[in-house]
């Protein structure tokens, strides 16, 4: 299977260094493509093609080191699963690993608390596979329309999922920009994972909170309907002028071959969307 994949990460308008990383693998070669906000065509391998969206946190150079590490040491987990291992399972695996080497890191004095979120995708045949730790997020752009697939664990998608009206009513509250894990932080994660059956004519579209935070989703879905290949730039163009207060990551794989299947007549995105784990918000109080 074919696709074209582009990435941009960008320092953004106010952070004086960019803790975020970006990367698109494939993991039958185990080489690295080498993004830029051009989309490229590859063929998908046999083993499957990662691409990920990691945000540091940390300061002083932590975050960067937290975010790269845990992008390296997914690739080695991944290059040492079994090639007939589920490809959820191996990319779950990857991210416990990644979490692993993170929480080591992190014990030294001068990275103390440094930690990072992670969205990844594994696509595999005609499946995606994401692991969610964080808030930066995964789309699906079908027929028109974009759909979040994947869930913030953040304190104010707390309160959403415990029925509390209104939590955009935080304001500037320091409460709306927790998370409420990370890789790094926690020596056990609860990895989000969701599956998606692939559609002729999909595009996946990883992005941090520099990117969300800022631009609305009918916005990003209006810049990949019209300008689809420039779409990376464009969107990290427009995080930066609506003030760019953070480090700003957008990767974009778009399905490139006609041996996928279409999408139904009737079919609705829900019927090709399969939740494998959920992150455990917890019960209403």
């Known amino acids: 299977m074919f696709l074209t994949v582009c990435g941009v990460t960008d320092t953004g308008r106010v952070r004086t260094n960019n803790e975020d990383s970006i990367a698109v693998v494939d993991l039958s070669t185990l080489e690295a493509v080498e993004l830029s906000g051009t989309h490229q065509l590859i063929e998908i391998g046999p083993r499957g093609l990662l691409a990920v969206v990691s945000d540091g946190m940390g300061g002083e150079k932590a975050g960067e080191v937290a975010s790269a590490l845990s992008i390296q040491a997914m690739h080695d987990s991944l290059a040492e699963a079994p090639a007939d291992a589920d490809a959820g399972a191996r990319l779950r695996e990857a991210v416990v690993h990644a979490n692993d080497r993170v929480c080591a890191a992190a014990a030294g004095k001068e990275r103390r608390g440094m930690g990072a979120t992670i969205i990844a995708l594994l696509v595999d045949g005609t499946h995606a596979w994401t692991a969610e730790v964080g808030d930066s997020r995964a789309y699906v752009f079908r027929d028109g329309k974009l759909v979040q697939i994947s869930k913030d664990q953040t304190y104010v998608q707390l309160l959403i ?79 930066n002028d609506r003030g760019g207060n953070d480090n700003v990551s957008v990767v974009i794989a778009a399905l490139a071959d006609e041996s996928v299947p279409e999408a139904g007549p009737e079919e609705d995105f829900e019927s090709t969307r399969e939740t494998i784990q959920s992150f455990p918000f917890g019960a209403p109080p």
Not at 163 to 175: E, K
Not at 216 to 237: C, F, T
């Open 161 to 239: 999922e415990r029925g509390i009206p209104n939590p955009a009513a935080l304001g500037g509250s320091q409460a709306k920009n927790v998370i409420l894990q990370a890789v790094g932080k926690l020596p056990e994660l609860a990895i989000a994972q969701t599956r998606v059956a692939l559609r002729r004519g999909d595009v996946l579209l990883l992005c941090s909170d520099g990117l969300h935070g800022l631009v609305p989703q009918d916005e990003i879905e209006a810049v990949l309907a019209s300008h689809l290949d420039e779409a990376a730039p464009l969107l990290v163009a427009l995080a």
